[in-house]
């Protein structure tokens, strides 16, 4: 049985579904194509919008409720105005709290994609130089890959590569395939790949094999950089509480000595 808040957020979605959906949901969309390529896409959607309004309401009633019983009780005389506005405020700030973790979960995604495109390449390099064919490398890289982090953690590439293999099992040619794959990973390094891609099918490229070694080599670059960056960023993360740490050991330090001068 669904909880009472659900079931009144899904009667207001349904209500509100008529009217034209705004850009900003469009955007909240596509992320979440993004994170969840192979779940349904609309009714993702839907669920997305429907908790988070759930969500709202309940911040917004439980704030009201309590703000209430306080005035009642008389330990908030006079406040009962800014209690209700205190409610709105929270409803709200937790609207844009959810919308800010959708984009901080697609910068994640981002930044493991960018990650991982070293690895793909040099694979795509390994197989297509053992002869396999440009369809049969897809689909073995996305079978390593599901082996390789079977009951770990969320992987984009390993969704993104399942993907593309479900297109290609359901006959969609192969240039759109990877054409489709660039496009829903959108980061320009896979674009540039997919192009390559598209031109051998299209060409017969023989150099291919040459510039994806290349590539690779350029991947592995822009991945030390990337480490780097963000091992910059990881130190100055950590430089506050660091500090915090250092002014509790001064004070420990210098407490005794402060009391120990007035003993003199």
């Known amino acids: 049985?669904?909880?009472?808040?659900?079931?009144?957020?899904?009667?207001?979605?349904?209500?509100?579904?008529?009217?034209?959906i705004s850009e900003k949901n469009q955007l909240v969309y596509k992320e979440l194509s993004q994170l969840y390529p192979l779940k349904d896409h609309e009714k993702l959607y839907e669920n997305y919008q429907i908790k988070k309004l759930a969500t709202v309401i309940l911040v917004f009633v439980v704030g009201s409720v309590t703000v209430i019983f306080l005035h009642l009780c008389n330990q908030m005389e006079g406040r009962l105005a800014e209690g209700i506005a205190f409610s709105i405020l929270s409803a709200v700030m937790v609207w844009r709290a959810m919308d800010s973790d959708l984009k901080k979960s697609c910068k994640k995604r981002s930044k493991e994609l960018l990650m991982d495109y070293a690895g793909l390449v040099s694979r795509l390099q390994l197989y297509l130089s053992a002869g396999l064919t440009l369809k049969n490398v897809f689909t073995r890289i996305a079978g390593d890959l599901k082996k390789e982090k079977e009951g770990k953690e969320k992987h984009y590439?390993?969704?993104?590569?399942?993907?593309?293999?479900?297109?290609?099992?359901?006959?969609?040619?192969?240039?759109?395939?990877?054409?489709?794959?660039?496009?829903?990973?959108?980061?320009?390094?896979?674009?540039?790949?997919?192009?390559?891609?598209?031109?051998?099918?299209?060409?017969?490229?023989?150099?291919?094999?040459?510039?994806?070694?290349?590539?690779?080599?350029?991947?592995?670059?822009?991945?030390?950089?990337?480490?780097?960056?963000?091992?910059?960023?990881?130190?100055t993360k950590l430089l506050l509480p660091m500090m915090l740490m250092l002014g509790v050991v001064m004070f420990l330090i210098l407490l005794p000595a402060y009391f120990s001068f007035g003993n003199i």
């Open 157 to 235: 590439l390993q969704e993104e590569m399942q993907m593309a293999c479900y297109q290609l099992e359901n006959g969609v040619m192969e240039e759109k395939v990877y054409q489709d794959f660039g496009r829903r990973c959108e980061e320009m390094p896979y674009k540039r790949l997919c192009f390559l891609l598209a031109m051998h099918l299209k060409q017969g490229n023989s150099q291919l094999l040459l510039q994806l070694e290349k590539e690779a080599c350029c991947a592995q670059e822009d991945r030390r950089n990337m480490a780097k960056k963000l091992g910059e960023e990881a130190g």
């Open 1 to 20: 049985m669904k909880k009472p808040f659900l079931l009144l957020a899904e009667k207001l979605y349904r209500k509100r579904k008529l009217i034209k």
